[in-house]
Nanobody, 113 residues
Framework: QVRLVESGGGLVQPGGSLRLSCAASGFTFSSYVMSWYRQAPGKEREWVATITSTGGTTNYADSMKGRFTISRDNTKNTLYLQMNSLKPDDTAVYYC??????WGQGTQVTVSS
């Protein structure tokens, strides 16, 4: 059974940092491209970043470049998203997604003073 479980969300002040994790199980994690998406209240889900199966290539949405870093540890079957210089507009539920189509349940990130 494929499972993707996000964690690490929470409340953070503007300018702060958070590190999200996505623990994967039930499939060969190291074989798949993985991505992060987010969905803010009242908005459509949007792509955040993608990383290749080996971690050798990453891509980011323009608004996240330079602030967010996607990474993975294939020995731990875990995907990460390091988020720095957070802004109130980053408030959203963050989801990890496997290229095979599976989604996690999401973790809430709230950026507020």
């Amino acid at each position: 059974q494929v499972r993707l479980v996000e964690s690490g969300g929470g409340l953070v002040q503007p300018g702060g940092s958070l590190r999200l994790s996505c623990a994967a199980s039930g499939f060969t994690f190291s074989s798949y491209v993985m991505s992060w998406y987010r969905q803010a209240p009242g908005k459509e889900r949007e792509w955040v970043a993608t990383i290749t199966s080996t971690g050798g290539t990453t891509n980011y949405a323009d608004s996240m470049k330079g602030r967010f870093t996607i990474s993975r540890d294939n020995t731990k079957n875990t995907l990460y998203l390091q988020m720095n210089s957070l802004k109130p507009d980053d408030t959203a539920v963050y989801y990890c997604k496997c290229a095979s189509g599976y989604w996690g349940q999401g973790t809430q990130v709230t950026v507020s003073s």
